[in-house]
């Protein structure tokens, strides 16, 4: 039976199949993408640069100045490709495992490890860890009860659409997250108002130590937009093209008044959830060697190697070239001064009210206190 | 007797419910294969197999509406919340429907679950990961909620809240799951719901505390006695509610002065409730003001969050305050 209008929405095979652009070892599998050298040259770059980030920052964690960290290795090709789908102006919301896309929004990699340092120039003020996001770069930072900003970027595309701007929001939320009520009820007003958002779901395979098929029983993510009249699209997440074709396609959508569309980025997390995890408790080293075989900068190196857009030399020489400053950004970062103890108790109302200011005295106080005891709390 | 630390001490309190009682279930996010986040549950799911100890989807809402339709059933399950910070998806449920369900039935359906989860700070957790909510408990009427401060009390709390006919939401303060440890009995025990623990006896101010802040206010309790010879009595609470009120009123009888100790941020926090309860009914018991050390009244922050949270030298500048009043 048709049903009317609903043709595109009810689009099974690419919510079911897997788009793909390169295949694992980095050879196109549908002739060559029609896409600017530049713009590839930069996809791996971003990715380089995320990795040596997403490297430094588990090295800073284990050294124990930062708190904790979510690690992106073998995830940076959706992140990149995604946000490079949007313009300046559109919005982005964040989950906690997306460096990538905050370097393509233009955060640098200082504001970043200012950030997760807690040093005096962090800019959200030593609020959280692993989360990331500046208003200049129309990034709203990522709550961490997972799939809480999903309805907020449906939210604030319905609010540009209501104000006649033409901008697009999009949100990346996890697995696990397609299981939280925000998911169902973000899905669900995206349909009904025809908010112009793209939802990337980065379905890396694990929620901590909790695999897919636990997560659902449908078949794939992507087939979930359909009952909320969202068309879904099931992508290679490891495919950094393939990432950034479906995502400008959404993106167009979006922007032209058809509504939401959610991709499912299938790619996997390599590293343990977060610095406190052990998956060794919980999985297999096969199937993570599997998947290392398939991790995106790999295949994209190969890929602009064999056309002829990068020597064995030039990927060495940018390698050093990002390995060098970002570790000159690291050094900078660690001697900066921290957060003074102040900042704990701004910013919690516009005005601080009476209770808070009286607050401020007890804290002040009890420092004096503390050092004229002589205590030092760890 | 065996020496064990609160995580050994709860994972003992469930192996042996599971034992006793086949209708005791598990269930939560990473309980079973992972252990728990914090391995609580390590190894029951080898015990007692996956129908017993569940796997979840990510979705606490699920988690809590699940496990009071079990309990509705005839099981007793015991739910884990990862982080307490994580439970607000799951309020409607709680509110709703744990807390409310005797009373909405008559009394003809009765809802015998346990909310168990890790709370407070001090784990450099940040805002999403060292909250202590209990007051939204408290406050709601059809709860029961605790929250231990040693292995012994852990694992004798935990057994009698899975025995409780209403539903218990039960805090573990994380940041003493390892580093307290005691001699535990490797046997059946249980610790009675409601009943405070003295901890230390002073004759002078009392302290009314529970969870981690039991041990900043005997370091404090400690300095004073140093410093002015003054004596401490400190209590841990242990039931958060319904409280011991007779314990509180006995140790004021004595010592006349009363500092309430707790993470949970000030302003209508559980304190204000054991402060007015005492100003309403037992004020002539009193010399002089109550003090309350408390975490801020702003959310959680991850820098500097031993100044954030009651710390030695803020407990001791309410003492000094009670005291020389």
Same mark, same amino acid.
């Given at each position: 039976?048709?049903?009317?209008?609903?043709?595109?929405?009810?689009?099974?095979?690419?919510?079911?199949?897997?788009?793909?652009?390169?295949?694992?070892?980095?050879?196109?599998?549908?002739?060559?993408?029609?896409?600017?050298?530049?713009?590839?040259?930069?996809?791996?770059?971003?990715? =380089?640069?995320?990795?040596?980030?997403?490297?430094?920052?588990?090295?800073?964690?284990?050294?124990?100045?930062?708190?904790?960290?979510?690690?992106?290795?073998?995830?940076?090709?959706?992140? %990149?490709?995604?946000?490079? $789908?949007?313009?300046?102006?559109?919005?982005?919301?964040?989950?906690?495992?997306?460096?990538?896309?905050?370097?393509?929004?233009?955060?640098?990699?200082?504001?970043?490890?200012?950030?997760?340092?807690?040093?005096?120039?962090?800019?959200?003020?030593?609020?959280?860890?692993?989360?990331?996001?500046?208003?200049?770069?129309?990034?709203?930072?990522?709550?961490?009860?997972?799939?809480?900003?999903?309805?907020?970027?449906?939210?604030?595309?319905?609010?540009?659409?209501?104000?006649?701007?033409?901008?697009?929001?999009?949100?990346?939320?996890?697995?696990?997250?397609?299981?939280?009520?925000?998911?169902?009820?973000?899905?669900?007003?995206?349909?009904?108002?025809?908010?112009?958002?793209?939802?990337?779901?980065?379905?890396?395979?694990?929620?901590?130590?909790?695999?897919?098929?636990?997560?659902?029983? $449908?078949?794939?993510? $992507?087939?979930?937009? *359909?009952?909320?009249?969202?068309?879904? =699209?099931? %992508?290679?997440?490891?495919?950094?093209?393939?990432?950034?074709?479906?995502?400008?396609?959404? %993106?167009?959508?979006?922007?032209?008044?058809?509504?939401?569309?959610?991709?499912?980025?299938?790619?996997?997390?390599?590293?343990?959830?977060?610095?406190?995890?052990?998956?060794?408790?919980?999985?297999?080293?096969?199937?993570?060697?599997?998947?290392?075989?398939?991790?995106?900068?790999?295949?994209?190196?190969?890929?602009?190697?064999?056309?002829?857009?990068? #020597?064995?030399? !030039?990927?060495?020489?940018?390698?050093?070239?990002?390995?060098?400053?970002?570790?000159?950004?690291?050094?900078?970062?660690?001697?900066?001064?921290?957060?003074?103890?102040?900042?704990?108790?701004?910013?919690?109302?516009?005005?601080?009210?009476?209770?808070?200011?009286?607050?401020?005295?007890?804290?002040?106080?009890?420092?004096?206190?503390?050092?004229?005891?002589?205590?030092?709390?760890? | 007797?065996?020496?064990?630390?609160?995580?050994?001490?709860?994972?003992?309190?469930?192996?042996?419910?599971?034992?006793?009682?086949?209708?005791?279930?598990?269930?939560? !996010?990473?309980?079973?294969?992972?252990?728990?986040?914090?391995?609580? /549950?390590?190894?029951?799911?080898?015990?007692?197999?996956?129908?017993?100890?569940?796997? #979840?989807?990510?979705?606490?809402?699920?988690?809590?509406?699940?496990?009071?339709?079990?309990?509705?059933?005839?099981?007793?399950?015991?739910?884990?919340?990862?982080?307490?910070?994580?439970?607000?998806?799951?309020?409607?449920?709680? +509110?709703?429907?744990?807390?409310?369900?005797?009373?909405?039935?008559?009394?003809?359906?009765?809802?015998?679950?346990?909310?168990?989860?890790?709370?407070?700070?001090?784990?450099?957790?940040?805002?999403?990961?060292?909250?202590?909510?209990?007051?939204?408990?408290?406050?709601?009427?059809?709860?029961?909620?605790?929250?231990?401060?040693?292995?012994?009390?852990?694992?004798?709390?935990?057994?009698?809240?899975?025995?409780?006919?209403?539903?218990? *939401?039960?805090?573990?303060?994380?940041?003493?799951?390892?580093?307290?440890?005691? !001699?535990?009995?490797?046997?059946?025990?249980?610790?009675?719901?409601?009943?405070?623990?003295?901890?230390?006896?002073?004759?002078?101010? /009392? *302290?009314?505390?529970?969870?981690?802040?039991?041990?900043?206010?005997?370091?404090?309790?400690?300095?004073?006695?140093?410093?002015?010879?003054?004596?401490?009595?400190?209590?841990?609470?242990?039931?958060?509610?319904?409280?011991?009120?007779?314990?509180?009123?006995?140790?004021?009888?004595?010592?006349?002065?009363?500092?309430?100790?707790?993470?949970?941020?000030?302003?209508?926090?559980?304190?204000?409730?054991?402060?007015?309860? =005492?100003?309403?009914?037992? =004020?002539?018991?009193?010399?002089?003001?109550?003090?309350?050390?408390?975490?801020?009244?702003?959310?959680?922050?991850? +820098?500097?969050?031993?100044?954030?949270?009651?710390?030695?030298?803020?407990?001791?500048? $309410?003492?000094?305050?009670?005291?020389?009043?």
């Amino acid at each position: 039976m048709e049903v009317l209008g609903s043709r595109d929405i009810l689009n099974l095979d690419r919510a079911l199949g897997l788009y793909r652009v390169l295949d694992e070892d980095g050879n196109p599998v549908a002739g060559e993408p029609s896409l600017p050298d530049k713009l590839l040259l930069d996809m791996y770059t971003y990715m =380089i640069r995320a990795r040596i980030l997403d490297g430094w920052l588990l090295k800073l964690q284990r050294m124990g100045r930062v708190a904790l960290h979510a690690p992106n290795k073998g995830q940076e090709a959706s992140a %990149v490709g995604a946000t490079l $789908a949007l313009k300046r102006e559109d919005w982005l919301f964040p989950s906690y495992r997306e460096l990538g896309a905050l370097l393509v929004r233009g955060m640098t990699e200082e504001e970043i490890l200012d950030r997760a340092l807690t040093t005096i120039d962090d800019p959200l003020k030593g609020s959280d860890f692993a989360i990331y996001g500046h208003r200049k770069y129309n990034i709203v930072p990522a709550p961490v009860p997972v799939a809480n900003q999903i309805p907020h970027a449906v939210g604030a595309a319905l609010a540009a659409k209501i104000m006649g701007d033409k901008i697009v929001t999009m949100t990346f939320f996890g697995d696990g997250s397609t299981s939280r009520g925000d998911f169902h009820a973000g899905l669900n007003f995206a349909g009904v108002f025809k908010a112009p958002v793209v939802f990337v779901n980065q379905n890396n395979q694990w929620a901590i130590s909790v695999p897919l098929k636990r997560q659902t029983a $449908a078949p794939t993510i $992507a087939v979930k937009g *359909i009952a909320y009249g969202v068309p879904g =699209i099931r %992508v290679d997440g490891n495919d950094v093209i393939a990432v950034y074709t479906v995502a400008r396609e959404a %993106v167009e959508r979006a922007r032209s008044g058809e509504g939401p569309t959610l991709i499912e980025a299938v790619t996997y997390r390599l590293g343990p959830h977060t610095t406190a995890d052990d998956p060794t408790r919980y999985r297999g080293e096969e199937e993570v060697k599997e998947w290392e075989r398939r991790e995106p900068l790999r295949r994209m190196r190969r890929y602009l190697i064999s056309r002829g857009l990068l #020597t064995e030399e !030039e990927d060495k020489a940018l390698w050093s070239e990002w390995e060098k400053r970002i570790e000159e950004t690291v050094v900078k970062v660690l001697e900066k001064p921290p957060l003074p103890p102040e900042v704990i108790l701004e910013d919690v109302y516009e005005e601080p009210p009476w209770n808070l200011k009286e607050q401020m005295k007890e804290l002040r106080e009890s420092i004096r206190l503390l050092k004229e005891l002589g205590i030092e709390l760890e | 007797m065996p020496v064990m630390n609160m995580v050994q001490a709860l994972n003992q309190a469930l192996r042996e419910e599971m034992a006793r009682d086949p209708r005791v279930v598990v269930l939560g !996010e990473d309980v079973g294969r992972r252990g728990g986040v914090f391995l609580v /549950t390590e190894g029951l799911i080898d015990e007692f197999g996956e129908m017993r100890v569940i796997d #979840t989807p990510l979705s606490e809402m699920g988690i809590i509406g699940v496990a009071i339709g079990m309990a509705l059933y005839g099981l007793r399950p015991v739910a884990e919340i990862q982080f307490i910070d994580f439970v607000y998806e799951a309020f409607d449920q709680i +509110v709703s429907n744990m807390a409310k369900i005797r009373y909405r039935t008559g009394g003809m359906y009765s809802v015998p679950m346990v909310l168990r989860s890790p709370c407070c700070g001090g784990i450099r957790g940040g805002m999403h990961h060292s909250q202590s909510p209990e007051a939204y408990f408290m406050h709601t009427a059809g709860l029961i909620t605790v929250m231990p401060s040693t292995p012994y009390d852990a694992k004798g709390l935990l057994k009698a809240s899975i025995r409780s006919n209403d539903p218990v *939401i039960f805090l573990e303060p994380k940041s003493i799951y390892r580093t307290i440890k005691e !001699e535990v009995p490797d046997r059946d025990y249980t610790v009675p719901l409601g009943k405070a623990r003295l901890v230390r006896e002073g004759n002078d101010v /009392t *302290i009314v505390t529970w969870g981690a802040m039991v041990y900043q206010s005997l370091e404090a309790a400690k300095l004073v006695e140093e410093k002015h010879g003054w004596s401490v009595e400190v209590i841990d609470l242990r039931t958060l509610f319904p409280y011991d009120k007779d314990a509180i009123i006995e140790s004021l009888e004595k010592t006349e002065r009363l500092v309430i100790v707790h993470e949970a941020p000030k302003t209508a926090g559980p304190g204000a409730e054991i402060a007015a309860y =005492i100003a309403e009914n037992h =004020i002539e018991l009193l010399r002089g003001p109550i003090a309350r050390v408390t975490g801020f009244d702003t959310p959680f922050p991850l +820098v500097h969050e031993k100044l954030y949270m009651p710390n030695i030298a803020r407990i001791y500048m $309410a003492l000094k305050k009670v005291m020389q009043y």
